[in-house]
């Protein structure tokens, strides 16, 4: 097309609307660029023919690389799709970096999730910020229960009593993260 271009300008020369054969190859050739395009450069052209000046051949040259860039970005319209996805995964890995400090930094300074590091107590499956560690049936295996669940079990007593005979006290744990 810019073979066809270049010797549309010199055949047009001594014709009294030189763009003429331009503005057909425009109409004809680029039917991929969008219409907003096309408006702009005729407007262009018409601006010239208003005027007198001497470089008209280099303004028409311009325009008929502007022309040949439309078409060119209009070809290359689906390897920019390609390079849309790629930019997309980027952008969408980066704001998922972005969240994930704000939510640390949030969580560092006292803001962030109040349900942050919390466990779940054996018996009652209740998320708490503090377990007892101890022993309390008869298989003997350690259970992490909450303060309620604690009374119950041991008899409210740390070293437990006559009813509880499976009792045994095995420490605290305490969720460090826990908002205040």
């Keep these: ?69 439309m078409e060119i970005g209009a070809q290359d319209d689906s390897s920019l799709s390609e390079s849309d996805a790629i930019t997309d995964a980027k952008v969408k890995r980066k704001a998922e970096k972005k969240r994930k400090k704000a939510e640390r930094r949030a969580q560092r300074e006292g803001r962030g999730d109040p349900t942050a590091g919390q466990k779940q107590c054996t018996l009652c499956a209740k998320s708490v910020n503090l377990l007892i560690r101890c022993q309390h049936d008869k298989s003997g295996e350690w259970a992490m229960v909450c303060g309620k669940c604690w009374n119950d079990v041991s008899g409210g007593v740390v070293d437990g009593d006559d009813s509880h005979p499976y009792y045994r006290y095995g420490g605290l744990w305490k969720n460090r993260r826990a908002q205040n």
């Design 1 to 69: 097309m810019n073979r066809q271009l270049n010797k549309t300008i010199h055949d047009s020369s001594n014709v009294e609307d030189p763009f003429a054969a331009i503005r057909e190859n425009i109409n004809i050739g680029c039917t991929e660029s969008s219409s907003d395009d096309k408006e702009q450069l005729f407007k262009d052209m018409d601006s010239v023919l208003e005027s007198d000046f001497d470089g008209k051949d280099q303004l028409m040259n311009s325009i008929c690389g502007d022309m040949l860039a």
